[in-house]
């Protein structure tokens, strides 16, 4: 008798393409894993019509949904229309009572509109703003990982992830955090799976954690 395979769809951070996902592996035998892509936004879309089209891309049924960062924020308003079998949120936050203080001084000015998204191409400012740490020696790493420099896409992101109005955290959520992330620090969340000395990219460089460690979230 043939074992049922799971499929896993991994949604990438904010300005981030897949390949931060290269280095998870589950066993094959039993799950499959596919990898999301950001779309540039319509011209006012919002988050729940954005997850919408997202959804399009999913081919299965019954499938684990894991979103990292804004990604994580995204895979919460997908859920709202499709069912999974289980919910991931790495690296994020579950209500936008999470949110740091400087996330909600940005929304309460309107700030976020007047940030330089031009120059976002700057590889270190997106570092920054993406991953909450500079580049220093690690710029071409960087620009693996964060390719998804449209400004269009980075002025509505960012407008999305500070504005999101989400109350009450859904109940599905499986939240993995790491202790040491400065994009959302540890001390404003709830309930949460905490790994020590994660940063805001340890899907990048805790995999090690993910694949031993989701295979037993998933099936347990």
Not at 76 to 102: A, D, G
Not at 107 to 121: S, W
């Amino acid at each position: 008798m043939n074992q049922e395979i799971i499929h896993v769809y991994l949604m990438p951070g904010m300005a981030a393409n897949p390949s931060i996902f290269d280095n998870i592996a589950l066993p094959k035998e039993q799950f499959e894993l596919h990898k999301l892509h950001w779309i540039i936004p319509l011209d006012n879309e919002t988050l729940e019509a954005y997850a919408l089209r997202i959804i399009k891309d999913i081919k299965h049924e019954n499938i684990v949904l894991l979103g990292v960062s804004f990604g994580g924020v995204l895979v919460q308003e997908m859920i709202k229309h499709i069912k999974v079998r289980k919910l991931f949120v790495v690296s994020s936050v579950k209500t936008k009572n999470e949110m740091p203080r400087r996330f909600k001084v940005l929304r309460a000015t309107k700030a976020y509109k007047i940030l330089p998204t031009q120059l976002l191409g700057n590889i270190d400012l997106l570092a920054k703003f993406a991953f909450g740490e500079t580049v220093t020696k690690r710029v071409e790493l960087y620009k693996k990982y964060l390719s998804v420099n449209d400004k269009k896409y980075l002025d509505w992101a960012i407008e999305q992830m500070v504005c999101w109005d989400q109350e009450e955290p859904v109940p599905e959520a499986i939240h993995i955090h790491g202790d040491a992330d400065l994009v959302f620090p540890h001390h404003y969340l709830g309930d949460c799976i905490t790994i020590k000395g994660g940063t805001h990219i340890m899907i990048i460089n805790k995999y090690k954690w993910f694949n031993e460690n989701l295979p037993k979230l998933i099936l347990g």
